[in-house]
């Protein structure tokens, strides 16, 4: 009995000496004290530790850089209950972390406390922070609002995510060139056929929905919004094309944007790097916009702000601005309440020296108080009407579709927030450090 024992011990040493880590680090350019979210899926996640590692997962653990455990969870984004592909890994972090993954299977899974709570109130589900006053509506769409943060509460920021497509229903455009009727729609007007909010973890409340059009048939929307207690909700709107389909509008937005709380508050983004209304005018988008009294500096760079219920005189059209190039970051600021509202890009996004590709590329419009981005490929007579872009856009409406087939899928990542700021100033020097760290995330072996 004795060897028995003794063999056992042997065999539990051995075990112990032979068990190995891999560590996956993960770093960001970190400019603020807000922590920076991270997620990856879990096959990439996998990909990245190696195939031939037997990973338990349940010895998964995120250490910051003096190596204490940092809270994260794995959600369950395709609701299958069990742990899969699709599935995140997400957490927070300063400047650096390491993910811990170990072949040993003695290890428990770790267990934290979640940092919000799933209520319902007169029929709405809203998703609240345990510990300070950060409030978020889910309606029936899946679509994320806030509604209170510190002590300002109603419309804040709604419908973040929310789609705006327009095409031609039924297009025969490659049978015999007729693209039929033409119509457009948002996500209120596509079918719900999945809304789940899923269980509050330690990091973050995520919300999954699945939305589908009959009307543009075989097309899908996915919104996945993952509700941060920083203030911050990452949106991934995902279209998925099930068949062919002839769009000129493709583009997802954010609303309210502190608007109806305050009718003063001033819209405030860096100075475009292409605007078409500039080009027309033979000038530059910074003497565009100084034109109309809307430029301030702020450490030696010129950014454009003007009141955000104010059309600007736009040079055509009503929109306040349109074909604008993207650009990292974009927020209306309050000064009654000293709050900003915001979207960042997760990358730097491209500017196209040829104007009919920038065009019919991904543009900012801002306009009806709503922030929209992606394509918009309506192309009016105004563009023959200046000198600059005559004739640079074709005139054929045909050759302004964005002609998608099945197994298309475009994907828009945002990073909406809200928060607290002094002055328009200390907003837009948060915001180019913070859309920096965000567009910093990297991760390596």
């Given amino acids: 009995m004795r060897k028995v024992v003794w063999l056992l011990v042997v065999l539990f040493a051995v075990a112990m000496v032979f068990s190995s880590t891999v560590t996956l680090n993960v770093t960001a350019d970190q400019?603020?004290?807000?922590?920076?979210?991270?997620?990856?899926?879990?096959?990439?996640?996998?990909?990245?530790?190696?195939?031939?590692?037997?990973?338990?997962?349940?010895?998964?653990r995120v250490l910051d850089a003096l190596?204490?455990?940092?809270?994260f969870q794995i959600d369950d984004i395709d609701g299958n209950g069990k742990l899969s592909s699709d599935d995140l890994?997400?957490?927070?972090?300063?400047?650096?972390?390491?993910?811990?993954?170990?072949?040993?299977?003695?290890?428990?899974?770790?267990?934290?406390?979640?940092?919000?709570?799933?209520?319902?109130?007169?029929?709405?589900?809203?998703?609240?922070?345990?510990?300070?006053?950060f409030k978020v509506e889910v309606d029936n769409h899946g679509l994320t609002h806030v509604v209170k943060y510190g002590s300002l509460e109603g419309d804040i920021f709604k419908e973040l995510g929310?789609?705006?497509?327009?095409?031609?229903?039924?297009?025969?455009?490659?049978?015999?060139?007729?693209?039929g009727k033409h119509e457009e729609k948002v996500s209120y007007d596509f079918k719900p056929m999945e809304v789940r909010i899923l269980k509050p973890g330690p990091v973050c409340t995520t919300v999954v929905s699945k939305l589908r059009s009959d009307l543009f048939l075989g097309l899908t929307q996915t919104i996945v919004s993952h509700i941060f207690a920083t203030g911050e909700i990452l949106v991934d709107s995902t279209f998925e094309f099930g068949t062919y389909a002839d769009l000129m509008k493709l583009q997802i937005m954010a609303t309210h944007p502190l608007t109806d709380i305050d009718p003063e508050a001033l819209h405030v983004l860096p100075v475009f790097r292409r605007l078409v209304w500039a080009e027309q005018l033979n000038t530059t988008p910074f003497d565009y916009w100084k034109s109309r009294d809307a430029i301030e500096i702020v450490d030696g760079k010129p950014y454009i702000v003007f009141p955000a219920t104010d059309s600007m005189k736009p040079l055509w059209?009503?929109?306040?601005?349109?074909?604008?190039?993207?650009?990292?970051?974009r927020a209306n600021y309050s000064k009654k309440y000293g709050v900003f509202v915001s979207e960042i890009l997760p990358s730097h996004p491209v500017v196209y020296s040829n104007l009919e590709k920038f065009v019919y590329g991904n543009t900012w419009v801002y306009e009806s108080r709503e922030f929209r981005d992606g394509l918009f490929r309506w192309i009016p007579g105004e563009f023959n009407a200046y000198e600059a872009t005559k004739g640079a856009v074709s005139e054929t409406l045909a050759d302004w579709v964005a002609h998608f087939k099945a197994g298309d899928k475009v994907t828009f990542?945002?990073?909406?927030?809200?928060?607290?700021s002094g002055s328009v100033e200390d907003t837009i020097r948060y915001l180019e450090k913070r859309a920096h760290e965000f567009q910093s995330i990297s991760i390596s072996k």
């Fill in 89 to 133: 890994l997400i957490f927070l972090f300063n400047g650096s972390a390491k993910i811990v993954v170990s072949d040993e299977f003695d290890i428990e899974p770790a267990s934290y406390d979640p940092v919000f709570a799933v209520k319902e109130e007169n029929g709405k589900q809203f998703v609240e922070h345990i510990y300070v006053p």
């Fill in 317 to 329: 059209w009503g929109a306040t601005y349109i074909f604008a190039s993207m650009e990292d970051w």
């Fill in 413 to 420: 990542t945002r990073l909406f927030a809200v928060r607290r």
């Fill in 162 to 179: 929310i789609a705006r497509v327009a095409g031609w229903v039924g297009s025969t455009y490659y049978i015999d060139g007729n693209l």
């Fill in 31 to 60: 400019k603020t004290s807000t922590p920076v979210p991270f997620r990856i899926s879990m096959w990439k996640l996998l990909e990245l530790i190696g195939e031939d590692f037997d990973v338990n997962w349940d010895s998964l």
């Fill in 67 to 71: 190596n204490h455990e940092l809270p």
